[in-house]
């Protein structure tokens, strides 16, 4: 399996789209804070516009896409004199249209919406990523053919507003999230993803790792696999990830052990070897540093979640 394949597995992404945005000009959007295991995105499919999250202004033109791993609260404006227009909602079956409250022309196309990801391998994965990340596909013919095939699919199932719209919009939206993942960084996103190492070599050590995170991968097994010395994979992993081998190895494996945890019953001294760690104590401290609560407390906190998921399916 790819690695972005196997993380998105992982993680246990689920996507959704709130809202598509045809605004006029000189609009203002304030988009609120998510919740905790939940990240902003956008897509613009025309025109350009500007995004305002915390210290940062990132300028969106078609083809972009924006990820806000953390959630943050954050405004989108449309260019104009004086961005005073406030939006009006219309509530769809599947999702909401937010025009100007003006009722100008619009200007942009923007779609809007959410991933929620679990608190094990899906917050360690997203905290791992840029805040934001800013990815522009129409840089690359072969990126943009692909959104501009997706687009066209959103806006057709958008406008039809029939029976699984909110399904296959979904699928649509994880798509584009995939697309994210493996794009290597660029102008738009200055910070490395780890998720998608343009140095081949790199991305082999990255693969092998999530797909055998319990194996004794020692910093000479890793660089011998990537065909470099060891101090040059030290100096081309940290560029390329934007982390070091051991935090990406300790990453690595609190994320699988994370989906052994939820999936067996496996004592947490087994999962710990299962994943390369030879002492349950020191295991357990990754697991803690990492996601915030110890092996136990995580696999409590998953049945818990698992009870209230089947409780709103028999309602």
């Known amino acids: 399996m790819d690695p972005v394949s196997h993380l998105l597995r992982l993680a246990k992404v689920t996507a959704t789209l709130d809202r598509r945005c045809l605004l006029g000009a000189a609009t203002r959007m304030d988009v609120g804070e998510r919740q905790f295991l939940e990240a902003q995105f956008h897509v613009l499919l025309e025109g350009e516009c500007q995004l305002l999250v915390s210290d940062m202004v990132v300028d969106m033109k078609p083809g972009d896409f924006v990820l806000i791993p953390g959630g943050a609260a954050h405004r989108v404006i449309t260019p104009g004199k ?6 009006a909602e219309v509530e769809e079956e599947s999702f909401i249209t937010t025009h100007s409250a003006d009722g100008g022309s619009p200007v942009i196309d923007l779609f809007c919406g959410h991933y929620a990801f679990d608190p094990g391998a ?11 990340v800013h990815v522009s596909f129409g840089d690359s013919a072969e990126t943009d053919t692909m959104l501009r095939t997706l687009s066209d699919l959103m806006r057709s199932e958008a406008g039809n507003r029939g029976p699984g719209t909110s399904v296959i919009l979904s699928a649509l939206s994880t798509v584009l999230l995939a697309m994210v993942l493996r794009s290597a960084r660029g102008s738009a ?8 190492s343009s140095d081949p070599r790199i991305a082999e ?9 319990g194996n004794d991968w020692s910093i000479a097994r890793l660089a011998q696999l990537a065909a470099m010395s060891r101090a040059t994979f030290l100096r081309h ?45 020191a295991f357990s401290r990754v697991f803690r540093s990492e996601v915030g609560m110890s092996p136990a407390e995580y696999r409590r906190d998953q049945v818990r979640r698992g009870r209230n998921l089947r409780g709103i399916r028999t309602k």
């Open 189 to 196: 996103t200055g910070e490395a993803l780890w998720t998608a």
């Open 237 to 281: 992993f940290t560029r390329e990830t934007g982390m070091t081998v051991g935090v990406f190895l300790a990453r690595s494996r609190v994320m699988a052990a994370a989906e052994i945890l939820s999936s067996t019953g496996d004592t947490v001294a087994t999962v710990a070897g299962l994943v390369g760690y030879g002492s349950e104590s």
């Open 122 to 132: 899906g917050a360690v994965l997203f905290r791992t990523l840029p805040d934001p």
């Open 82 to 87: 004086y961005p005073e227009v406030p939006t």
């Open 205 to 213: 050590v990255v693969q092998a790792v999530l797909e055998e995170p």
